[in-house]
């Protein structure tokens, strides 16, 4: 069964450093999704691409986070510097397309704490 | 405000007793709802989904829900539980008015004793 993979699964880093998240979707899935979610909470969505696209980046904090989809398969999330609020866990999610009734399927999650 | 609801942040069950967690939401039309599950330190699996039609809804794992649009709820019920079901569950909702963007709720730990 095909999944979304994410890496790396656990980081730990300083304040001010910068960490990078890697995410490759399910394999023809045009629609990705980054998702933050902090302890105790359901996650949030800080970004979400069609195919190479930003179709959705509202809730995404610009100053120190990005997010790429260079070629509309894998992608990557960044935050540059970390803060000690930043500690969360992060999903990736893909979907086969954009719409309400198509499934989101998520990875493990990369958990991020900075210290 | 769009909003959905978990009343219970968490539930204690005996292995084999039945369970039902809750979830309410606010949204003007009806909603694509879903139920997902997450074990310790993992990502979300999906247990069922409603789009429409039959309110009921049968799931993985032996799970179900029921969709009642008088209440707006979309509650999760299981039979019987097994230990392996102890995990955290979220209920999600998608509306044509926040362009299908899921809302979770604060989900539900469910701890489950012999």
């Known amino acids: 069964e095909a999944e979304v993979a994410q890496s790396p699964r656990y980081k730990i880093t300083e304040k001010s450093q910068a960490v990078a998240f890697w995410c490759d979707p399910i394999s023809g899935h045009a629609t990705l999704y980054w998702y933050r979610q902090i302890l105790g909470q359901g996650p949030e969505l800080l970004v979400q691409f069609q195919d190479e696209s930003v179709v959705d980046d509202s809730q995404l904090p610009k100053d120190r986070f990005s997010a790429e989809r260079l070629k509309g398969v894998d992608s990557t999330l960044k935050i540059q510097p970390a803060e000690l609020g930043d500690s969360a866990m992060y999903l990736c999610?893909?979907?086969?397309?954009?719409?309400?009734?198509?499934?989101?399927?998520f990875g493990p999650g990369t958990r991020l704490t900075v210290l | 405000a769009q909003s959905v609801t978990q009343p219970d942040i968490h539930i204690t069950v005996s292995e084999g007793a039945s369970l039902e967690l809750r979830c309410n939401y606010s949204y003007g039309a009806t909603p694509y709802l879903f139920w997902y599950v997450q074990s310790p330190g993992q990502g979300l699996q999906l247990l069922l989904k409603y789009f429409s039609g039959d309110t009921l809804v049968q799931g993985i794992k032996g799970f179900e829900a029921e969709f009642k649009r008088s209440q707006s709820s979309f509650n999760l019920r299981k039979p019987s539980v097994h230990w392996s079901d102890a995990a955290e569950y979220f209920c999600a909702v998608g509306a044509v008015s926040n362009d299908y963007k899921l809302s979770f709720g604060a989900g539900t730990t469910v701890t489950v004793r012999a």
């Open positions: 999610a893909s979907s086969l397309r954009t719409g309400g009734s198509d499934t989101q399927y």
